[in-house]
């Protein structure tokens, strides 16, 4: 009955897990797209706390704790502090692909995630079937919106995204290592305040933020 | 424990870095920091050669003859960039702290490529991978111009991305040793369950991998962001993106090779094949049009890690031929940027069409650009040209006469585009008033030249040795 709810709970989290990167990958407001990657970091937190007895695997208190300080607390706050109200309002009034379109695409990337996983999973449990798959999918949507969208705040939350994507997953089939997922944690906040100086930069030098403009560095020119 | 003090003397220097109030104390400590950990590997590296392996902590830390080699060659790298920093900072920055602020990021960032070869847990060295980025950054946005940033912000969200897909495929691996109850991942552990995994879960991972890793790597066509970093940094450090950083990222693709090899089609095999002739063949053709010289020898990067792909994708039988051509194409090309540091030095410009009778401008520099040019083409009697000699003749044997004539083609062709360009900036009219380089710029091409010239001509038994046990590494 347990592992029916525990089951149930798990699916419902990673419906959710995935429903919060296709909103990710729509939304226009840049101010709303980080409200989002909180959202799906807390759900990856809710995700490791479902494991620890789904899986019967304590050290996975140490992701929930790490996720929740590092990526619901830390980041938003780094990102929030260091870029002024102007970025974060920012919006994005042209896709270079447009909604539709992407949804389209995140749907066939869903397709492909299952059908690359199917093939994986005969003999493990739903959970870990499940998780690899949503994991995968939201990797993958992940790589996609990096791609296509042209604003620097949406590019470096689709990163964490990814990173959301490949550790959803990392974390329902593999051993949590306390230490790797310090280091990982760490890193991810490295990542964010080095991508934070770097637009600050480009603020003051290029006078915006729009990383899609930056094409000044191609063949036949130079300095 | 010489192990574990590699990366952190490099981590001490940048403490001093920061702490120093007096640049010449920095440049010396940084200096002496690149000696140090070069005799350091070296040691380790004969350590190995006598007895194949030094472990530090079971399962964490070891050294073998492919983690030896990389060392090694990151040493001689960090001790010749530091020298080529020294006269060339000095000369081009003016700002003092902006001097010291490069001479902490170096320092950092040659400590995070001194762990990746270190640790034996495909998610620890992860780790290190992605230091590397983030340590580099701001390295490659030094200049703080436009053009800088805009290398810099391509380079931190295209390769963390890269790192990011990577770790997905690290993960399917781990979770293939975990099914066999297996309770500790390393490269053996990896290598030894990966007969018992699933073939849908070996590709899946190999694909991730692959195209994760050799994002970072600049296989094309996922290479967009290499020319624009390795050509806007410093000098020294496109030295050190170029000659070493993007091997040191092969050489974790080249850690899981054995576990890929029982994928059956020999489909990691062809992977690297086709991606390997798809980046020189494109290379190739950037290379004629390019008008930055920092940028050619920058697809001559691409074209070279084009190279060690197909050496890889070419079987057992060149996997000797493909570590010489790392050795050799590190210290080669690192020697071109350096050449191409002090071409900028005498000229200020990186426009080719802008640089005429440069031998005339600075005969150092003019030379060492002009013969370090045909060294990295593939000139004899320079050491490039016996390796890729060998990976010929690998080809040969593997019966691959079709990879072999499109290698040769592609590999003509490249060379012709450097030479054109460098004919037209050595020879001809000066175009500048004849400048002197700094002392230590000079010092750091001569020990440059060194390996290169000697390695060409003379190829000691023990470097022999060497390579044979680092090809272990790469056999199931």
Redesign the interface.
């Known amino acids: 009955m347990m592992q029916q709810v525990l089951s149930s709970m798990n699916s419902l989290v990673g419906a959710l897990f995935l429903l919060s990167a296709v909103v990710m990958m729509t939304t226009r407001q840049t101010q709303n797209v980080l409200r989002l990657f909180v959202v799906q970091s807390v759900l990856l937190a809710a995700s490791a706390f479902i494991l620890i007895w789904v899986r019967h695997s304590a050290e996975l208190i140490v992701v929930v704790l790490i996720t929740i300080t590092f990526k619901t607390v830390i980041i938003p706050l780094v990102l929030n502090r260091s870029l002024g109200r102007e970025v974060r309002r920012r919006r994005e009034l042209e896709f270079v692909v447009n909604t539709p379109v992407s949804l389209l695409i995140a749907l066939g990337i869903t397709a492909l995630s299952y059908f ?1 996983v199917e ?2 999973v ?1 003999t493990s449990g739903t959970a870990v079937s499940e998780n690899l798959a949503m ?2 999918d939201v ?1 993958l949507i992940g ?1 996609y919106t ?1 791609t296509v969208r042209r604003e ?1 705040m949406p ?1 470096i939350l689709a ?1 964490m995204m ?2 959301n ?2 550790f959803y ?2 974390i329902a ?3 949590a ?1 306390a230490l ?1 997922e310090l ?2 944690g760490l ?1 991810g906040i ?2 964010i305040v ?2 934070v ?2 637009t600050r ?2 603020v003051q ?2 006078g915006t933020t729009e ?1 899609g403009a ?4 191609k ?5 | 424990m010489t192990v574990i003090a590699i990366p952190l003397i490099p981590l001490i220097a940048s403490l001093v870095a920061v702490l120093s109030r007096r640049l010449a104390v920095t440049r010396t400590v940084t200096t002496a920091a690149g000696l140090l950990t070069l005799i350091l590997s070296v040691w380790v590296a004969s350590v190995v050669n006598e007895k194949g392996t030094m472990l530090v902590f079971p399962n964490w830390i070891a050294v073998d003859g492919l983690s030896s080699l990389i060392l090694v060659l990151q040493g001689f790298l960090s001790l010749t960039a530091a020298l080529f920093s020294w006269g060339y900072m000095k000369r081009v920055t003016r700002s003092r702290p902006r001097e010291r602020w490069y001479y902490v990021n170096l320092n950092l960032f040659i400590a995070s490529l001194f762990m990746v070869p270190i640790f034996l847990q495909p998610a620890l060295t992860w780790v290190a991978v992605e230091l590397t980025t983030i340590l580099s950054v701001f390295l490659v946005s030094f200049e703080n111009t436009p053009q800088a940033l805009e290398a810099a912000w391509k380079y931190t969200v295209i390769t963390i991305m890269g790192a990011t897909v990577a770790v997905f495929g690290i993960f399917l691996l781990i979770w293939g040793v975990t099914q066999q109850h297996v309770d500790v991942d390393t490269w053996a552990t990896v290598a030894s369950a990966s007969p018992h995994m699933s073939v849908s879960l070996l590709k899946l991972a190999f694909v991730f991998i692959f195209i994760g890793f050799g994002t970072k790597v600049g296989i094309v066509p996922m290479h967009t962001w290499l020319p624009d970093a390795h050509s806007q940094a410093p000098s020294a450090v496109c030295a050190l993106l170029s000659g070493i950083e993007v091997s040191t990222i092969l050489y974790v693709i080249m850690r899981l090779w054995p576990a890929f090899l029982v994928i059956p089609g020999g489909f990691a095999e062809r992977w690297a094949l086709i991606f390997g002739l798809i980046s020189v063949a494109t290379s190739a053709f950037l290379m004629i049009q390019v008008k930055d010289y920092k940028r050619l020898f920058a697809f001559s990067t691409v074209e070279q890690m084009g190279i060690l792909l197909v050496a890889l994708g070419l079987g057992a039988g060149s996997n000797y031929a493909l570590l010489c051509q790392l050795m050799t194409h590190a210290l080669t090309k690192s020697l071109t940027f350096y050449s191409a540091g002090a071409v900028l030095l005498v000229t200020s410009t990186l426009n080719i069409a802008n640089v005429r009778g440069l031998i005339r401008i600075s005969p150092i520099a003019g030379t060492s650009l002009l013969f370090s040019g045909l060294a990295i083409g593939g000139a004899p009697p320079f050491a490039l040209f016996l390796s890729e000699l060998s990976i010929f003749k690998a080809s040969l044997t593997a019966s691959r006469i079709f990879v072999l004539v499109l290698l040769l083609a592609f590999l003509t062709l490249a060379f012709i585009a450097i030479l054109r360009h460098l004919n037209h900036m050595v020879f001809g009219k000066p175009t500048h008033a004849r400048v002197k380089l700094p002392r230590t710029v000079t010092a750091s091409l001569i020990l440059s030249w060194i390996p290169v010239l000697v390695l060409g001509v003379y190829f000691p038994g023990s470097i022999h040795h060497w390579l044979t046990l680092a090809t272990v590494a790469l056999r199931r």
């Open positions: 690359f093939p994986l005969g994991g995968l990797l790589v990096l620097a590019q990163l990814i990173d994507g490949a997953t990392g089939i593999t051993r290592s790797i280091a990982a890193e490295m990542v080095v991508v100086l770097l930069a480009l030098q290029v990383t930056l094409t000044t560095l063949e036949g020119e130079s300095k």
